[in-house]
């Protein structure tokens, strides 16, 4: 094969003009290939994260734009969708542009080419995919011996190693001279929070009956970080010790297996903002890419009340507590 192409170009060489036409055949045949290779592998993409398998995709539709546009590929591929928030103030955020779409499972390899497709309708702002979300895994390390140092009496202080790296006795003292202007409500979003648990009870106020249970542990665990009631003698501590500076209430985001999806987790952001919480905490993660997940800064450009605080990205805030883990 090589013997033969070096004789073909010795005899094109002889034929300039038909030389040249010839190179320029070969090149933009092989740059067609590619780039045909290129779309069939981009058509049959299988994402390279987990997605819910009842809502595979976000889909944010221009303002104004009618859902109905989606019927063509509903006809088409079988997919299904719906609006995917239900803010009560609408006209506050973009958030009530969202839909999700819901592939087939028997469609679900060809979910390259639907999201190409979708692509092209003229009334779709942007489009993404709706990620699972995971709990983090919680640490433990113990450090015996330092109640006495933050003057409490609970004894799974014992295991708080946070406390001690942060100097929270410290922070008690600065907490002694202040009075808080309001007490802080912290929303936990995770998987549930025990309402009537021991060492929560008393700084608890609930949202929906359905978000006081938690079968996983996680949410529970979570919230005694940030508001377990102090110097009761039972469990564990939190950063206020004469219990005056915040209460936790709790917005299921997470199943019981401590799965979510992107939008269980932006719901649960838009209904903690509805119910005028000051803060989020959210205590989980999974494999993230900051420039596909456009819908959490929608999310932050306009809370749905105006006395509420909401993340600015899933990275990072400063007033929320995020543990989100990026891709190893």
Same mark, same amino acid.
């Given at each position: 094969?090589?013997?033969?192409?070096?004789?073909?170009?010795?005899?094109?060489?002889?034929?300039?003009?038909?030389?040249?036409?010839?190179?320029?055949?070969?090149?933009?045949?092989?740059?067609?290939?590619?780039?045909?290779?290129?779309?069939?592998?981009?058509?049959?993409?299988?994402?390279?994260?987990?997605?819910?398998?009842?809502?595979?995709?976000?889909?944010?539709?221009?303002?104004?734009?009618?859902?109905?546009?989606?019927?063509?590929?509903?006809?088409?591929?079988?997919?299904?969708?719906?609006?995917?928030?239900?803010?009560?103030?609408?006209?506050?955020?973009d958030l009530d542009d969202y839909y999700v779409i819901d592939v087939p499972k028997d469609q679900e390899s060809k979910i390259g080419k639907i999201k190409k497709a979708i692509n092209r309708l003229k009334g779709v702002?942007?489009?993404?995919?709706?990620?699972?979300?995971?709990?983090?895994?919680?640490?433990?390390?113990?450090?015996?011996?330092?109640?006495?140092?933050?003057?409490?009496?609970?004894?799974?202080?014992?295991?708080?190693?946070?406390?001690?790296?942060?100097?929270?006795?410290?922070?008690?003292?600065?907490?002694?001279?202040?009075?808080?202007?309001?007490?802080?409500?912290?929303?936990?979003?995770?998987?549930?929070?025990?309402?009537?648990?021991?060492?929560?009870?008393? =700084?608890?106020? #609930?949202?929906? %009956?359905?978000?006081?249970?938690?079968?996983? &542990?996680? !949410? /529970?665990?979570?919230?005694? +970080? *940030?508001?377990?009631?102090?110097?009761?003698?039972?469990?564990?501590?939190?950063?206020?010790?004469?219990? =005056?500076?915040? #209460?936790?209430? %709790?917005?299921?985001?997470?199943?019981?297996? &401590?799965? !979510? /999806?992107?939008?269980?987790? +932006? *719901?649960?952001?838009?209904?903690?903002?509805?119910?005028?919480?000051?803060?989020?905490?959210?205590?989980?993660?999974?494999? #993230?890419?900051? %420039?596909?997940?456009?819908?959490?800064?929608?999310?932050?450009?306009?809370?749905?009340?105006?006395?509420?605080?909401?993340?600015?990205?899933?990275?990072?805030?400063?007033?929320?507590?995020?543990?989100?883990?990026?891709?190893?």
């Open positions: 094969m090589l013997s033969a192409a070096g004789l073909s170009f010795q005899w094109l060489v002889r034929f300039r003009q038909w030389f040249f036409v010839a190179i320029t055949v070969i090149i933009a045949s092989l740059a067609w290939y590619q780039a045909r290779q290129g779309w069939t592998q981009q058509d049959n993409a299988v994402s390279d994260v987990a997605l819910d398998s009842q809502a595979e995709l976000l889909v944010e539709l221009r303002e104004g734009a009618d859902a109905g546009l989606l019927d063509a590929i509903a006809e088409k591929y079988g997919v299904t969708y719906r609006r995917a928030f239900q803010p009560l103030d609408a006209a506050a955020t702002e942007w489009l993404e995919e709706n990620e699972q979300i995971n709990v983090t895994p919680l640490p433990a390390k113990q450090l015996p011996e330092i109640n006495k140092r933050f003057g409490i009496n609970d004894p799974g202080v014992t295991h708080l190693w946070g406390f001690d790296a942060m100097s929270v006795d410290q922070l008690y003292t600065e907490l002694a001279k202040a009075k808080p202007v309001k007490k802080a409500r912290i929303a936990i979003l995770d998987t549930g929070v025990d309402a009537q648990h021991e060492d929560l009870k008393g =700084n608890y106020t #609930s949202v929906k %009956s359905t978000y006081d249970n938690d079968p996983k &542990g996680h !949410g /529970t665990h979570c919230a005694g +970080i *940030a508001g377990a009631v102090s110097n009761n003698g039972v469990g564990v501590a939190s950063f206020s010790r004469d219990n =005056n500076f915040v #209460s936790i209430s %709790s917005i299921k985001v997470l199943n019981a297996s &401590g799965m !979510g /999806t992107q939008q269980t987790i +932006i *719901a649960g952001i838009i209904e903690a903002a509805d119910n005028r919480v000051d803060a989020v905490s959210l205590s989980l993660g999974g494999r #993230s890419n900051q %420039s596909r997940q456009k819908a959490y800064e929608k999310d932050a450009s306009a809370p749905s009340t105006p006395n509420s605080t909401v993340p600015s990205s899933p990275t990072t805030s400063t007033t929320s507590t995020w543990d989100w883990q990026p891709p190893a």
